[in-house]
C-alpha cells in the first residue's frame, strides 16, 4: 500500500468551507479503482489545517496523479491554499487495509 499524508493551510477565507471546496477531488479520487481510503480531518492543534490521509493500491499512484480531477486539482489548490502543502509518502509492503491495534484490544 502507499500511504499518504499531507496537510493543507488554506486562506484564511476557506477554512470553514475547505471541505466543500475540495468535495469534488475528494469524491473523484475515492471512485478510482486503487483508491483504499481518501480520508479529511481538521487538526485540533491549528483549526486553519486540514490532513489528508490517502491509502492507494501500489500500482494505482500513476493512475491517480495522471487522472483528470488530479490535473484539475493542481490547478486548483494553490488558489485556495496560504501554502504548498506537505507531505509524507511510504510504501507498505504487503498491507491494503487496515489492521487490528494489538496494544489496545477491545474484549
Same mark, same amino acid.
Request: charged letters at 25%; glycine letters at 4%.
Given at each position: 500500500?502507499?500511504?499518504?499524508?499531507?496537510?493543507?493551510?488554506?486562506?484564511?477565507?476557506?477554512?470553514?468551507?475547505?471541505?466543500?471546496?475540495?468535495?469534488?477531488?475528494?469524491?473523484?479520487?475515492?471512485?478510482?479503482?486503487?483508491?483504499?481510503?481518501?480520508?479529511?480531518?481538521?487538526?485540533?492543534?491549528?483549526?486553519?489545517?486540514? %490532513?489528508?490521509?490517502?491509502?492507494?493500491? !501500489?500500482?494505482? &499512484? /500513476?493512475?491517480? #496523479?495522471?487522472?483528470?480531477?488530479?490535473?484539475?486539482?493542481?490547478?486548483?489548490?494553490?488558489?485556495?491554499?496560504?501554502?504548498?502543502?506537505?507531505?509524507?509518502?511510504?510504501? %507498505?509492503?504487503?498491507?491494503?487495509?487496515? !489492521?487490528?491495534? &494489538? /496494544?489496545?484490544? #477491545?474484549?
Amino acid at each position: 500500500m502507499i500511504l499518504i499524508n499531507v496537510k493543507f493551510t488554506p486562506l484564511p477565507e476557506h477554512v470553514e468551507n475547505f471541505r466543500e471546496l475540495v468535495d469534488d477531488f475528494t469524491r473523484a479520487t475515492r471512485a478510482e479503482e486503487g483508491c483504499l481510503f481518501f480520508d479529511w480531518y481538521r487538526s485540533e492543534e491549528d483549526p486553519g489545517e486540514y %490532513i489528508l490521509v490517502e491509502g492507494f493500491k !501500489d500500482d494505482a &499512484a /500513476e493512475a491517480h #496523479v495522471n487522472s483528470a480531477h488530479f490535473k484539475a486539482a493542481q490547478v486548483f489548490f494553490p488558489t485556495i491554499l496560504t501554502s504548498t502543502p506537505r507531505i509524507i509518502n511510504t510504501l %507498505i509492503e504487503g498491507t491494503t487495509q487496515w !489492521d487490528e491495534m &494489538a /496494544e489496545f484490544q #477491545v474484549d
